[in-house]
């Protein structure tokens, strides 16, 4: 174990050159441009044994990781927004042909207008294809999740998504414990496909056509394979932690015991939110914060578990679902608490669209009004967004 | 959209220039010093302005990239889309709105890697454009990755050991796509450059005017010729013109690029023969 510095970033890349992938594929976009142009770096300098591709779309990025998915290759690739819509009708191709893709992503908005600062709309636009998702808070997080999350996709053969947020993480420098490249190797294992186009002993066909007959069936399938995620997820963290010092649960409680009131949210506003909680309880005020980590597949039990302790909790959303309903995981979590014996009051907060800021004060404010709430026993306004002008 | 005013700020640029642009909304722009973009769009106003061309008739469209920025500053209706989606948009707007003066700009990469698709379709159907291929040799916005046209040998950020790719030529690819006008020019020569968009501008069909611009921040630095001074002159001293290329032969010719007009022929617009279409299709119900 040794200790660095680096920017979330830098992180990711290191964590691709000691998980040594056989093909990365891909396209530059702001933010993440610079995770895969580090990585090419290590293949430039001979570091990897990957083959790295610079290809001319992320369309075809993802494209060309298929294929060597296919072929039985351990696969990465990098993106943002634009990247990850344009890659979208080929994530599905991805799940369906059970490919253990790994994307090493930063949350950026999806335009228009144009704007390059962080949302969680791109990856959250994409929770039906089927990958799991892993939101961090932090460049150390995104390391770990990254070496965590190849292990799990490739155990479960479904693919998956690691983010973390545009500028805030992706491009701050921070303190870092990184594994050494050995350890990393023997903690991943040798990648062993459940099929693989390239065993000439057994020639196989991938994503033909399949109508009325059998399409279903496979489709249900693949929601069985998926709904394994979590159990394995549960078991590599684990396996992690004892490697690493350090465990992730996929739902994160913090000081929540005695709380009656928290604040459901994710990414790197996790973590300022944890500086307020204990500002809060040095002022005797007793709050807690649940940081959701995981949203596909979706940790139900746990949410249901943690949330319902509570008199009321503010869900802060960093995308809007377009539903006049507030934001996905504002609408997920309601869903997920409908037939909870105990559940809190719960009220949504969009925030930090485009890059908005969100500084403590924000966040003080939110948990201010939530203990309103609690006194009220009632909400007023179910969804606010949060620092609009004009909102208020 | 309000005409610009003309700014307080003290400029060298004339009060003409400053009439096609958005100096108090949008000013300062986010180009380098010494960026070849700023040629393109100076000589597109030129062209324009001398053409008489009203500001209600023209439309800008653009993709994704450092040359892609121009549509925010030209007050016009202008628009900026999805990374190398601009000539799809633009076709979009020239079958509902026939009587526009479309001019799309892209880089290299907007126009020949990820959206190199359109850029074909489009040719092909003549639909009635200019469409200005900034090519600077290199992704330039997201920091000098290796593009389409990045000539062999040369280096980019992911090219750390020069190109080993064969470039494409987008006026190759135009021409055998069927474009009725095909020309190449560099921001060395202001001149020509200024004329071939004012011809580009008063053809039919489907225009393409290929630039080669400096972009000494990045291909520049990343090429050890880091002043714009020294790009252009390097760009200069790899161009030879179409007549000049006539009486070379291909060893000679390996590493120019030459500048001319390729393809000028009469073809009838895609959005007349649209409008025929439905005419003919509707009179005979
Ligand atoms: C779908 C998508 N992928 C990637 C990007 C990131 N991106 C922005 S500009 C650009 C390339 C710019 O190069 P070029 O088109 O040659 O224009 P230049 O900046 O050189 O003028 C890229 C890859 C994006 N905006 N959208
Ligand atoms: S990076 Fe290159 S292309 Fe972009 S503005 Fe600067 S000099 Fe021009």
Known sequence: M????????????????????????????????????????????????????????????????VGASLAGGRVMTSTASQGLALMHEILYIAAGNRLPIVIALVNRSLSAPINIHCDHSDTMGSREAGWMQLYCANSQEAYDSLIIA??????????????????????????????????????????????????????????????????????????????????????????YAELSGRYYPALEEYKTDDADVAIFTAGSTADTAKEVVDGLREQGRKMGLVRMRMWRPLPVEEIKAALGKFKAVAVMDRSDTMADFGGPVFLETRGILYDAKKKPLLTDYVYGLGGRNIDISDILRVYDEIEQVVKQGKIDKLITYLGVRGEE | MTPAKASSRKTSFSPMIHSYLRMDERFPHVWCPGCGIGIVFGALIHAVHELKIPKKKLLLASGIGCTSRMPGYLDADTFHVLHGRALAAATGVKLARPDMEVVVVGGDGDMLAIGGNHFIHTARRNIGMTCIVLNNYNYAMTG?????????????????????????????????????????????????????????????GFRLLEVVAQCPTIFGRLNRIPTPKDLVTWIKAHTVTLEAAKKMDAKELEDKVVTGVFVDREVEEYSERYARLVKKVRNAH
Request: glycine share 4%; aromatic share 10%.
């Open chain 1, 150 to 239: 190849l292990k799990v996709a490739e155990q479960t053969a479904v693919p998956a998504i690691v983010s973390t947020d545009a500028f805030i993480i992706s491009h701050a420098m921070e303190r870092l414990e990184v594994l050494e490249d050995e350890e990393v190797q023997r903690f991943i294992g040798e990648y062993k496909p459940r099929f693989s186009a390239l065993d000439l002993e057994n020639p196989k066909t991938f994503g033909p056509l399949d109508l009325q007959d059998y399409f279903f069936e496979h489709k249900r399938a693949q929601i069985d394979d998926f709904s394994k995620v979590l159990g394995t997820y549960n078991k590599v963290a684990q396996e």
């Open chain 2, 144 to 204: 000098g990755q290796q593009s389409p046209t990045t000539p062999r040998d040369m280096f980019a950020t992911t090219a750390p050991y020069g190109a080993i790719d064969d470039p494409v030529d987008a006026c190759l690819l135009a021409s055998g796509a069927g474009a009725a006008f095909v020309a190449r020019t560099t921001t060395y020569n202001f001149v020509q450059l200024k004329r071939l968009i004012k011809t580009a501008l008063s053809r039919k």
């Open chain 1, 2 to 65: 040794k200790t660095i510095a680096k920017t979330g970033n830098e992180a990711m890349a290191y964590a691709m050159k000691q998980i040594n992938p056989d093909v990365v594929a891909a396209y530059p976009i702001t933010p993440a441009t610079e995770i895969v142009q580090i990585f090419s770096n290590y293949v430039a300098d001979g570091e990897v044994d990957t083959e790295f591709v610079a290809v001319e779309s992320e369309h075809s990025a993802l494209s060309a990781c």
